[in-house]
């Protein structure tokens, strides 16, 4: 991988040097572009014919070579392309049980765009795909290295700021795309608080939402609002305590939605989907959602009495 054209150039390399290689390149698509980006660098720092461990090192081996390649990837989009392309990647990462960052690959069908979407984002897709940032397969796009998670300080902040983001498309993408592959049965909706969650979070304008994800939670809200319209018109059954105005109001972090069901469809998928800090918004958007996972006695017992 790195002996052999370095003998046929009258170079050595270092067996440091070698072993390091081989462990930042295999089981990455796109690797040997980047090494080979990595290698000319190291090539510039060389020691007489040697080429040192100490030279690819000091531009940041393979990982530095994908954040170089990367910043200037995006540096050639315009604005509405910086933007794809910062809705495409942070959809390219998930996390495991620690908290780790790692690549995720995504079908293409997720993101579903139409009209003059679909084509900015495919010369999108298509630019990362030649840059040998991403790499599609069967219908899959996925990260081409992970070093790019960590390395590119631009798209890691944009990976901190979506933290609560990533929790929520991990199950509200896969819904919707089911939702719609099925022929977007009503059974197969959001509702309730768990609806409130999703929709909050889609109102979002940081969220990158995409327009499958966003029809499949705006006909979520067109039911409820339905069923909500169609309780209220039956009005209240014989015997029952006399209260045209009462409702449940379910409060979902940032926003406020009123929602019939909330308390007919507890307890939620389970408030673990939610990112671990215990700071700031993160914490808030946690206790509002566990709040709603108590069961619907002690919900009851804490709505006032309106008669």
Request: hydrophobic letters at 40%; charged letters at 25%; a neutral charge.
């Amino acid at each position: 991988m790195v002996e052999g054209p370095a003998e046929m150039a009258g170079l050595q390399v270092e067996n440091e040097l070698t072993d390091l290689v081989v462990q930042d390149v295999a089981g990455h698509a796109g690797g040997l572009p980047l090494l080979s980006t990595a290698l000319a660098s190291t090539w510039e720092r060389r020691r007489g014919e040697v080429l040192t461990l100490a030279g690819y090192l000091a531009n940041g081996g393979v990982a530095g070579a994908v954040a170089g390649s990367a910043e200037a990837v995006f540096a050639s989009f315009d604005e509405e392309g910086k933007e794809i392309a910062r809705q495409v990647l942070i959809r390219l990462a998930d996390q495991d049980e620690q908290g780790t960052l790692r690549g995720r690959r995504m079908p293409l069908s997720e993101l579903a765009p139409s009209g003059a979407h679909r084509d900015a984002t495919r010369a999108v897709v298509e630019t990362l795909t030649a840059r040998r940032l991403v790499a599609t397969e069967d219908g899959y796009l996925e990260i081409a290295h992970e070093a790019l998670l960590g390395a590119w300080p631009r798209l890691a902040g944009w990976l901190a700021d979506d933290a609560v983001g990533r929790s929520v498309r991990r199950h509200v993408a896969p819904a919707a795309v089911e939702w719609d592959r099925n022929g977007r049965p009503m059974n197969e909706l959001y509702r309730g608080a768990r609806l409130d969650a999703a929709a909050d979070w889609a109102a979002s304008p940081q969220s990158g939402v995409s327009e499958l994800e966003k029809e499949f939670l705006d006909a979520g809200v067109a039911r409820s609002t339905a069923q909500l319209a169609e309780a209220r018109g039956r009005g209240p059954t014989r015997g029952s305590r006399k209260a045209p105005n009462a409702r449940v109001c379910c409060r979902v972090g940032r926003g406020a939605r009123r929602s019939s069901s909330a308390i007919d469809t507890m307890p939620l998928i389970g408030y673990n989907w939610l990112p671990r800090n215990d700071h700031g918004p993160t914490r808030t958007f946690r206790r509002d959602v566990a709040a709603l996972s108590r069961p619907a006695s002690s919900i009851n017992a804490a709505l006032p009495r309106c008669v």
